[in-house]
Structure formats: C-alpha cells, structure tokens
C-alpha cells in the first residue's frame, strides 16, 4: 500500500455519521523518499484528499513516511509515535484527536 493508497482508503472508509459539524483542513508533511504534503478536508460530511499544500490548514501533522506506515498498519500507536517524537502537530489540538477518532480503523479493514 502507498501513500496515494492510504489516503484514497481514508476518503472510502470516511465515516460521515461521525463528522457532523466538522469543518476542517488537516495537512500532511511526510519526509522521506516516497512522502510529499497531502491536504484532507472535511466538511459537511464529506471528505476529499488533495496531494499538495493548503493555506491555514486547522492541524497540520509531520512525520517521516516510514514511520507513517507503520502507523497506518498498526505497527506504532499514535501516542507513541507522538511521545517519541516522530509525530509532530501544530494547530488545534481538538480536531487533530477527532482525526485519529474518524481513521481509527484505516489499514485495518480491507
């Protein structure tokens, strides 16, 4: 699975009962060879990922692809991640943990 992969799996399994209310553009920074900036934004129920840059994102989340891969499959919790210093965030707090509440499941279900 690539990165490409992941976040289209994140648009398909997007759980649009769970976002209601949810207004927001969370930017992703991954380094490494096969990484490059993703924008997910959610709003009105809705999800759409788009390679590249956003202005203001609400959250924006950085962190080397292999270690995003291994979250993804499950192999690195986010909080640990987070307390190693490999997960690094900035903006609001709040919607960065509502990600993680609506992808939870991403990479576990096929």
Excluded: Y
């Excluded at 648009?11 to 009962?17: D, H, I, N």
């Amino acid at each position: 699975m690539n990165v490409a992969d992941i976040f289209d799996e994140m648009v398909r399994l997007f759980p649009a009962e769970k976002a209601t209310g949810l207004r927001a553009r969370f930017l992703f920074r991954l380094g490494g060879e096969q990484g490059g900036d993703w924008t997910i934004t959610i709003a009105d129920q809705t999800c759409s990922v788009t390679p590249g840059l956003t202005e203001k994102p609400d959250v924006t989340i950085s962190m080397d692809i292999t270690d995003f891969l291994k979250m993804v499959r499950g192999e690195l919790p986010p909080v640990v991640a987070f307390m190693q210093g490999k997960l690094k965030l900035q903006g609001d707090m709040d919607k960065a943990m509502k990600l993680q509440e609506l992808f939870a499941s991403i990479g576990t279900e096929r």
